[in-house]
């Protein structure tokens, strides 16, 4: 048997994490913690000591950018003492002399993990990612060899990652931890010091002290989702039989296609479902819509979709208008704009919207974690948003925004099942 050094020595909180993790694990830990090297340090040590066939480890960040940038110099450097590696740059890989693997994915192309087997995964920035990716990919994954996980981060609000921890923080089966600048030492008192006197207090507490109330730093729609749930718009919203259901799609075929469905009672605009997919043709979704209409007793108005519905294939000359129109479903097309007109229109109608917290779910993940791209080099936000697993709902919320016409008629007030102001028409602004 070799004797391989890493040259890694870790802190005290790291050297009893790594003593004390569980097959789950839930760590919560503030910036500058040392979370990233700690994880990508268990990796190498369970990939390197393991007595399984082939085995198969796991790094995410929430875009494969971010994996290459946070991680992928720190898992070569700490590899680099190892003999006989194999180092993939293309598929940000390393394979290592008893056949494990260490791979680096981001969140933004999950099915690039679809069909892998897995005895171990860390999931950096968890409350960056979206909720589904556990349960959908990386759990079945990590099921034939009983592979384990650890989901790391600092807090974006009380997402998925805030659910995560509240489950398993009451779960003997898991281990949790959370880790704040205050009580660790690891930054210097005078740096905190100086870090609170530039970041604003909700910035400092999210960063540092891993509050889970303060806002998402950038948000898009932060201000809004906040006053959002303060007025209990984010809730129950029933589904009015009488009422036409109307939608609004963002389009991907390989990238994730989405679709918000929505109700205008008055001036009230209901979101009352929201549903995601991806790697399906349009005759997927349309049955989603007729098995959604037959479930719930409703019928359908108008369904919105952005401009590029009407780029044409070159196999067969049809664009993905002229198949749903074939289908049954005849697209109003939400005309062209700039994103930032969109963006500032969708603001506007907030204060209108309800959102059903259960049926639209995933939806609520993704206006809460949209958010303007941060030039690190310039230490500020750009103008335009991160395009993450978030901007595909919050592209199809924009358009409900956009592509909303005033001659959408409204119901009687008798057709309510709750009483609503009612309005002659409708008009977005």
Request: glycine content about 8%; hydrophobic content about 40%; some cysteine.
């Given at each position: 048997m070799a004797t391989i050094v890493i040259p890694y020595k870790p802190r005290e909180l790291q050297k009893k994490i790594h003593s004390d993790l569980m097959r789950w694990n839930v760590i919560v830990c503030h910036r500058r913690f040392?979370?990233?090297?700690?994880?990508?340090?268990?990796?190498?040590k369970q990939c390197l000591t393991s007595t399984k066939e082939r085995p198969r480890y796991a790094y995410l960040a929430p875009t494969y950018k971010q994996a290459k940038t946070i991680a992928w110099d720190y898992l070569k450097h700490y590899s680099r003492g190892i003999p006989d590696i194999k180092i993939n740059e293309s598929e940000l890989r390393i394979d290592y002399p008893n056949d494990g693997r260490i791979q680096l994915f981001g969140c933004d192309?999950?099915?690039?993990?679809?069909?892998?087997?897995?005895?171990?995964?860390?999931?950096?920035?968890?409350?960056?990612?979206?909720?589904?990716?556990?349960?959908?990919?990386?759990?079945?994954?990590?099921s034939d060899r009983e592979g384990w996980a650890i989901f790391i981060g600092t807090p974006k609000g009380k997402n998925s990652f805030y659910e995560l921890y509240s489950k398993a923080d009451s779960s003997d089966k898991w281990f949790t931890q959370t880790y704040k600048a205050s009580?660790?030492?690891?930054?210097?008192?005078?740096?905190?010091?100086?870090?609170q006197e530039i970041m604003t207090p909700e910035?400092?507490?999210?960063?540092?002290?891993?509050?889970?109330?303060?806002?998402?730093?950038?948000?898009?729609?932060?201000?809004?989702?906040?006053?959002?749930?303060?007025?209990?718009?984010?809730?129950?919203?029933?589904?009015?039989?009488?009422?036409?259901?109307?939608?609004?799609w963002d389009l991907g075929i390989s990238d994730a296609m989405t679709i918000w469905?929505?109700?205008?009672?008055?001036?009230?605009?209901?979101?009352?479902?929201?549903?995601?997919?991806?790697?399906?043709?349009?005759?997927?979704?349309?049955?989603?819509?007729?098995?959604?209409?037959?479930?719930?007793?409703?019928?359908?108005?108008?369904?919105?979709?952005?401009?590029?519905?009407?780029?044409?294939?070159?196999?067969?000359?049809?664009?993905?208008?002229d198949t749903a129109r074939e289908m049954g479903i005849n697209?109003?097309?939400?005309?062209?704009?700039?994103?930032?007109?969109g963006i500032e229109a969708a603001r506007k109608l907030f204060s209108r919207v309800w959102i059903d917290e259960t049926r639209c779910k995933y939806g609520i993940e993704c206006l809460s974690q949209y958010?303007?791209?941060?030039?690190?080099?310039?230490g500020m936000f750009r103008d335009t948003p991160l395009h993450d697993w978030s901007s595909h709902g919050a592209d199809s919320f924009r358009y409900i925004a956009m592509g909303w016409q005033d001659r959408l008629a409204l119901p009687d007030r008798a057709a309510m099942s709750q009483p609503v102001q009612a309005y002659s028409s409708f008009e977005v602004f």
């Open positions: 040392g979370k990233t090297v700690f994880a990508i340090n268990e990796l190498l192309s999950p099915d690039a993990l679809r069909g892998l087997y897995l005895d171990g995964a860390v999931l950096d920035e968890y409350a960056q990612m979206p909720s589904s990716l556990f349960g959908e990919v990386l759990r079945p994954a990590l009580e660790t030492k690891i930054v210097k008192e005078e740096e905190l010091i100086d870090a910035e400092y507490e999210q960063e540092y002290e891993c509050s889970w109330t303060a806002a998402i730093k950038g948000a898009v729609y932060g201000r809004e989702m906040a006053a959002a749930m303060a007025t209990k718009r984010i809730g129950f919203v029933p589904i009015e039989t009488k009422i036409d259901v109307h939608t609004f469905f929505v109700q205008a009672i008055g001036k009230e605009i209901r979101l009352i479902n929201y549903y995601q997919n991806s790697g399906e043709g349009m005759a997927h979704y349309i049955q989603y819509l007729k098995n959604f209409a037959r479930d719930n007793g409703v019928s359908y108005g108008d369904h919105f979709a952005p401009h590029d519905i009407e780029v044409r294939e070159l196999m067969n000359g049809k664009s993905r208008r697209f109003r097309v939400v005309k062209q704009h700039k994103v930032a007109d958010r303007y791209d941060y030039d690190e080099k310039r």
